[in-house]
Structures are given as structure tokens and as C-alpha cells.
């Protein structure tokens, strides 16, 4: 409930303080006197657009401040998904409008968009004016309203959870095929690509073994001339490379060459030992080229074959515009991963889908025990809401809750029309198209008396919903109101004295002028204050002792 307000430098209120109390509270003052300028303050607090031309004084900043305490659980959830400090249940909503028309927005202290102060405050008042009548002629108020009464929140939650998620699998599902659909001739010209590279199937490291085939093959006998020439000097020849290696050594075989060491830096070593390494090495080289030799052979038809697939892939480079063969192995890697990823978002869409069917079933059936909820609840709702408004002068009053049930949605798959007639020989027809004013407001209150409980609103603003009533109903009303405040803080702005004195306490909007400026004010009255303003209601500007004992008998009523 609204614990403290604060307005400062708004409109006509220099300075406004007010500490309020829980049950019935009555505003009341001549017309102009500032309810309107409060109420205007209020809705900031909910919300509501700001303008610079509200400020009283250009020189500074108008700023209204709202304390709030036993506040619902239910808000909790929404403070701590946007970073707001839960203190206990207390929140202090703070709106500052500067001259220059910029507008701040705080919740306990912290700076807020105005969606996220509107889906706050939402939590915290209610407020139902004439002018919001038109509210009930929502079809998505008067669903709200039948959900309260088939206290299905629960059930409504579990729809809700499992219809977002339904929602999420058909955009998936959509963007998907979407997908699918815009990629489709991209998708064929590289299915064609793949066709051509899979006859091809180029693989890593190819194009160089084959250049190297190619170079043997195409030099063959030269190749092979050379090698074994080269292997014929060292290992066969009468005069070979090892024969006089050996020869060498035998000429110095028996020297005894450590009479020499230290006369030269080479001796060191062993001149024997280093001419049998000589003689193995050599010798190793010679078998390796005689087995190279011997195992190159002339083959025109490996030739052929290795020519003809050096032209395949050097053709295929240019063909599919590649800046290397390396590339075309890329290319073709890349094109068999994105053939197994398209079977796989095939794979993919078909189990969404599959999903998706499953998940529609269930919510179909969820649907429709939501759907048989409401119509209990409407039955009982009918019957209510018809005993409640005859005594406020509705006494032809005939009421219906039409259910029709379409598509499901993320309400369930039900719209809300409320019908009524108000007078004997007219038939049922939409409420936005048979109610007055008046009875539009005597049906707003009923029906505010019947689901304020369930909807745990802490605070209820009437704003002049009485209007157009008088007399006995007036009395009715107000004790109405008087009902519903029993379990939550309500708010009356009225002219109408039977609806004063069921307050339990009493606010006084008044203005006063001020040197060269009007300014309005809030005052809480005490008891004799109290009588005076309900006899000025009564009689007008002049209070006389008729007046004053009526309000007196009014005020013990």
C-alpha cells in the first residue's frame, strides 16, 4: 500500500507530504482545487508520460515520491530479474521531471526505464476512474477477470510455460524451412560442385605424388642409364672408385703411422680407419643406386595414366576457381561436411517437428481444462456479479460470459465477451455497446468487490466512479467501497457526501492564493474538520446548522 507521498514543485503543488493509512481513504474538494493534480502525480508514479509544462517553478525540478510497503511476494521475481534491490517488501518509486522535459525514473534508487517502472507499479496500484471504464470492454480484462474468479493461476502458468516453448519450436521450425527455402538453388548448383568433385576425389598431398610419377616415368631409361652408370664406377668397373679405395690401402697396410702422430692435425684420426669408412660408405652408396636403378622401369601405360590425371586435376583447379590444388582439396572437404550438415538439419527439423506435434497435444489438452475452469467460473461470476449490482439500481440487470474457443494462444484458446441488457426488452449485446456512464461504473465497482481479493492489489484509486448516482445508491456504493477496503487500502475521490462519510479517513484538496501565484494543498482532517467539509458537500459554500446536523447523522451512519 501507498505508505508516504511526496509532490513537490508540480503543477500547483508547491510541497505536498502525506503520510496515509490503510482501509478507506476519502479525497475530496471543490472542483479545481488539485484531485485531478494528484491524481496526475500518482500516474507518474505508474508510468505514465511526463511534461515539462507540469513544473510550478521552471527553476527547479518537479519530482514525486511514493513509499510502498506490504508489497506482494509476487514482485519479487520481477526486482530481482532487472538488478532492484528487495528490501522486505518496501519500494520507493521516484519520478523527476526537469525543465527541459527530461524525465527520470528510480526504484529504490536505482534508475529504471518507464516500461520497467509501468510493469512495477502495475503490482502496486489500481486505478479505476469514468474515463477507465472502458477497461471492462477489453476482452482481455474480462479474461482476467473470469481467471480470478477459476483461481486457475497455476494451471494457467504450467499452459503458459509449456506455450512459450511450443512458440519457440515453431520459430525455429519456420526460420528453418525459411532457411531452406532461400538456400535452395544455392544448395543445388553445390550438390552439383560435390557430384562433379566426388568423380574427381582429389585428396591431400596427390597432385604432388603423382608430378613426382610423372618426372620417373617420363625419364625412365635416361634416369635409369645414369643411376646404374653412376653405381657401375663405383662398385663394378675394372677401375672402380672401391677397387681403389682397397688398392689404397694396401699400399700403406703394415706403416706404422704413430710415428707420425702429432706431426700432423689429420693424423690424428687413423688414416686406416678413415679409408675403411670410406671403403663401407662407398660402398653403400653404390648398392643403394643399384637397387634405384634396377627399379625403374619404362611404363607408357603408368605414364599415360599419371599424365592424364595431372591434366584432371590441373583442369579441375581451373575449373572451380581455386587459387591452388590445396584449395580444391579444401573445396571438396568443405562441400562434404555442408551435405552431411544439410542431412542433419534434416534430421534436425524433423524432430522439431516431431516435438512440436507432441508439445501441441499436451497443450491442447491443457486448453481445455483451463477452458472448463472458466466456465464454471463464469456461471458463478454471472450469478455474483447480478446479485451485486441490483442493489445499486441495476435491478433489470441481465448478465452473460460468452465463451467462444478459436486457435490456442498463449491465453488458451478462449476470447471473453461480456453481454448484458439493462433494461427488460432489450436482448443481451456487448457491453461496450449498451452500458451508460453510470451503469458502466456501477458494474466497474461490483465487479472490483468481487475480484479485489483474488487479484492482491495492495492499493484501489476510484477516481469519481460514483458519478452520475445519487441518493440510496450512492449510499450503497459507498458502503461498497468501504467492503472492499477491508482487505486492502482504497482510494475515493468524490463529490458525493453518502461516500464521504464511509471513509475511514478523510483527505481536503483546497487551494489558496498565494502573493501573485494559486496554490493547491492536501490536509488531513480530524473529526471536526471532517463534519464542516461533508456539510459543505451537503449545502455548498455556505455551512449552516442543517447542514452541519446532517453531516453529523451522515457521519454516525
Not at 50 to 57: G, M, T, Y
Not at 208 to 234: G, W
Not at 438 to 451: N, P
Request: proline share 2%; with cysteine; net charge negative.
Amino acid at each position: 500500500m501507498i505508505r508516504q507521498l511526496s509532490i513537490c514543485n508540480y503543477a500547483l503543488m508547491d510541497k505536498v507530504e502525506l503520510t496515509l493509512s490503510d482501509g478507506l481513504t476519502i479525497l475530496t474538494g471543490e472542483t479545481g482545487a488539485g484531485k485531478s493534480v494528484m491524481m496526475g502525480a500518482i500516474s507518474l508514479l505508474m508510468g505514465e508520460r511526463a511534461d515539462s509544462k507540469v513544473l510550478a517553478n521552471r527553476e527547479g525540478k518537479a519530482v514525486v515520491e511514493g513509499v510502498f510497503d506490504s508489497v506482494s511476494e509476487i514482485l519479487k521475481d520481477a526486482f530481482l530479474k532487472n538488478d532492484l534491490d528487495w528490501n522486505d517488501g518496501q519500494i520507493i518509486v521516484r519520478r523527476e521531471i526537469s525543465a527541459n522535459g527530461r524525465s527520470r525514473a528510480f526504484v529504490n534508487d536505482t534508475p529504471v526505464t518507464l516500461p520497467l517502472l509501468a510493469e512495477v507499479a502495475g503490482g502496486l496500484v489500481d486505478i479505476h476512474s469514468q474515463h477507465s471504464n472502458r477497461l471492462l470492454s477489453n476482452p482481455a480484462y474480462q479474461l482476467s477477470i473470469i481467471d480470478s474468479i477459476a483461481d486457475n493461476a497455476e494451471m494457467i502458468a504450467d499452459y503458459k510455460k509449456d506455450f512459450a516453448r511450443f512458440a519457440g519450436l515453431r520459430n525455429k521450425i519456420k526460420k528453418l524451412r525459411e532457411s531452406f527455402e532461400k538456400s535452395r538453388e544455392n544448395r543445388e548448383f553445390r550438390a552439383f560442385q560435390l557430384e562433379q568433385l566426388s568423380k574427381i576425389n582429389p585428396r591431400k598431398g596427390e597432385l604432388e605424388e603423382v608430378e613426382n610419377d610423372y618426372d620417373i616415368l617420363s625419364d625412365a631409361d635416361d634416369l635409369r642409364s645414369r643411376i646404374s652408370q653412376a653405381a657401375y664406377l663405383i662398385s663394378v668397373a675394372d677401375v672402380s672408385a672401391l677397387s681403389m679405395i682397397g688398392d689404397a690401402g694396401a699400399s700403406i697396410d703394415g706403416i706404422d703411422f704413430s710415428l707420425f702422430e702429432g706431426k700432423q692435425e689429420n693424423d690424428r684420426t687413423g688414416i686406416m680407419d678413415r679409408l675403411r669408412n670410406v671403403y663401407i660408405e662407398l660402398k653403400d652408396i653404390g648398392d643403394s643406386l643399384g637397387r634405384i636403378a634396377s627399379g625403374i622401369e619404362s611404363d607408357p601405360v603408368r605414364l599415360a595414366k599419371a599424365d592424364a590425371r595431372l591434366k584432371e586435376l590441373y583442369e579441375a583447379v581451373k575449373r572451380f576457381k581455386v587459387a591452388d590444388y590445396d584449395k580444391l582439396v579444401e573445396l571438396y572437404a568443405s562441400l562434404k561436411d555442408e551435405d552431411n550438415g544439410g542431412n542433419e538439419k534434416v534430421s534436425e527439423l524433423n524432430a522439431l517437428e516431431q516435438e512440436a506435434r507432441a508439445l501441441g497435444d499436451r497443450l491442447k489438452e491443457k486448453a481445455e481444462c483451463i477452458s472448463k475452469s472458466r466456465m464454471e467460473a463464469a456461471k458463478r461470476f454471472e450469478e455474483i456479479l447480478t446479485d451485486s449490482a441490483r442493489p445499486l439500481g441495476l435491478t433489470n440487470l441481465r448478465f452473460k460470459v460468452g465463451i467462444t474457443q478459436g486457435k490456442l494462444t498463449s491465453d488458451g484458446k478462449d476470447t471473453i465477451e461480456f453481454l448484458c441488457a439493462f433494461n427488460r426488452n432489450q436482448p443481451l449485446m456487448p457491453l461496450s455497446q449498451t452500458a451508460s456512464g453510470g451503469e458502466m461504473a456501477r458494474l466497474t465497482l461490483c465487479i472490483k468487490a468481487i475480484t479485489a481479493n483474488r487479484l492482491k492489489l495492495p492499493t484501489v484509486i476510484f477516481d469519481e466512479i460514483d458519478t452520475g448516482v445519487s441518493g440510496d445508491i450512492a449510499d450503497r456504493m459507498g458502503s461498497m467501497m468501504s467492503d472492499i477496503a477491508e482487505g486492502m487500502q482504497v482510494f475515493a475521490i468524490t463529490h458525493l457526501p453518502q461516500v464521504a462519510v464511509k471513509g475511514k479517513s478523510h483527505l481536503l484538496v483546497y487551494k489558496q492564493d498565494e502573493g501573485d501565484r494559486t496554490v493547491s494543498h492536501v490536509k488531513k482532517l480530524d473529526k471536526e474538520e471532517r463534519v464542516r467539509e461533508i456539510a459543505r458537500m451537503l449545502s455548498g459554500k455556505e455551512i449552516n446548522s442543517a447542514a452541519l446536523s446532517n453531516a453529523k447523522a451522515l457521519l454516525k451512519g
